[in-house]
């Protein structure tokens, strides 16, 4: 939901024009009308700023999936930045071997395991479910194909091309995406720096002035 930004953006829309959409799926947007994976958000996302003629991005900020997708996005050239902010980024998947297996069966059986309990129940565990697999996006019948397609892209190799400045910000108890990822990631991008906070997936609520402060002073 493009709103996760908001407390965030109170502190830069002074300086700079702060502009968070909602991906098609999620928050007040429709969902594609197909599933998509990593490469067609990155085509919308090309769209978009065409669409509102943004001809020169001077940061892009990518929480968890957006993250994973503003990677994907600049590799493919649909999207060009001076600088990127990793927030708790996903798309490290490929060392993950039990993980990715987990999520097959979780993709499979998850709606047949929990058949038997009321709707409110089921959809509650299935999120805690793909949660432990490492992933938040809240699973609604419309999304769980897209889902799956983008749990399988990795973009280890995509971040390794990269050469815009990069900060990289994770939470030391994040437990969907990992510290360790954050690190692999800012071993792989040339121009980067890795910041650990204290707090969990969300960083950029459970630490919004320290997170904006690092953020400002990268963006100068």
Same mark, same amino acid.
């Given at each position: 939901d493009s709103r996760t930004y908001k407390d965030l953006f109170d502190f830069f829309e002074k300086k700079y024009d702060c502009i968070a959409l909602d991906l098609p799926g999620f928050g007040r947007s429709d969902p594609p009308k197909k599933p998509w994976n990593l490469d067609d958000?990155?085509?919308f996302v090309a769209t978009f700023l065409k669409k509102i003629n943004a001809k020169t991005v001077h940061g892009v900020i990518g929480h968890s999936n957006g993250g994973g997708l503003?990677?994907?996005a600049l590799r493919l050239k649909k999207l060009s930045?001076? +600088?990127l902010v990793l927030?708790?980024?996903a798309g490290v998947r490929n060392k993950r071997t039990f993980k990715r297996l987990l999520i097959k069966v979780v993709a499979k059986t998850g709606k047949v395991l929990t058949f038997w309990l009321?709707?409110?129940w089921r959809q509650a565990l299935q999120r805690q479910l793909y949660g432990a697999v490492g992933s938040d996006i809240l699973i609604i019948p419309e999304l769980r194909e897209t889902f799956k397609l983008t749990v399988r892209q990795d973009i280890t190799e995509d971040a390794a091309k990269l050469r815009l400045p990069t900060l990289l910000i994770y939470g030391d108890e994040? +437990?969907?995406t990992p510290v360790s990822d954050g690190q692999l990631l800012a071993s792989l991008i040339p121009k980067s720096r890795f910041e650990m906070l204290m707090g969990g997936?969300?960083?950029h609520h459970d630490q919004t002035d320290n997170v904006a402060k690092l953020i400002g002073g990268f963006l100068k």
């Amino acid at each position: 939901d493009s709103r996760t930004y908001k407390d965030l953006f109170d502190f830069f829309e002074k300086k700079y024009d702060c502009i968070a959409l909602d991906l098609p799926g999620f928050g007040r947007s429709d969902p594609p009308k197909k599933p998509w994976n990593l490469d067609d958000y990155s085509a919308f996302v090309a769209t978009f700023l065409k669409k509102i003629n943004a001809k020169t991005v001077h940061g892009v900020i990518g929480h968890s999936n957006g993250g994973g997708l503003a990677i994907r996005a600049l590799r493919l050239k649909k999207l060009s930045a001076k +600088k990127l902010v990793l927030l708790s980024s996903a798309g490290v998947r490929n060392k993950r071997t039990f993980k990715r297996l987990l999520i097959k069966v979780v993709a499979k059986t998850g709606k047949v395991l929990t058949f038997w309990l009321p709707k409110s129940w089921r959809q509650a565990l299935q999120r805690q479910l793909y949660g432990a697999v490492g992933s938040d996006i809240l699973i609604i019948p419309e999304l769980r194909e897209t889902f799956k397609l983008t749990v399988r892209q990795d973009i280890t190799e995509d971040a390794a091309k990269l050469r815009l400045p990069t900060l990289l910000i994770y939470g030391d108890e994040d +437990k969907a995406t990992p510290v360790s990822d954050g690190q692999l990631l800012a071993s792989l991008i040339p121009k980067s720096r890795f910041e650990m906070l204290m707090g969990g997936h969300f960083i950029h609520h459970d630490q919004t002035d320290n997170v904006a402060k690092l953020i400002g002073g990268f963006l100068k």
